[in-house]
């Protein structure tokens, strides 16, 4: 895991840049395939970029906790980036998601997909380039996802 810091970052498939107002953790898996399409009319590296953004700045305006992004581009057809957040408690889960799909739909990202929204232990908001899961913290803790999308490469049953 990478601690970043309070600066810009360039986004690795295009000219995009990455601002990060407060120290995030961020976690990337290893992937040399390209993304899967973009559901997005832009080029897919820059609306996934801009995405990214946006959903890191509503996490940080709602005060979401321990948020870990995921590069996920060429491991998975889902979509380029996971983002694994914590919320204090099933209020704070379901005010993080709707400040986010509110966020998203302002800045014609499209509707996006929610599910768990009614029970706040779990939230999943699927926006196509960006899957974000919302957990209280003892949820979180059991289904622990983040290690499952962090594990080494597997290739020719040798570790890289």
Known sequence: MVTAHYSLESCGACSVQLERKNPLTTVHAKGNAKSGFSQSSECGGDAAARALQLVLRSLEDSKAEDIITIDIAGKSALGDYMIVVSGRSNRHVMAIADHL??????????????????????????????????FRPEIREFYNIEKMWSAPDMEDGTIH
């Open 101 to 134: 799909v509110t966020d998203m739909k302002e800045e014609g990202l499209g509707n996006a997909r929610v599910e768990g929204l009614e029970g706040g232990d779990w939230v999943l908001i699927d926006g196509g380039d960006i899957i974000v899961h919302v």
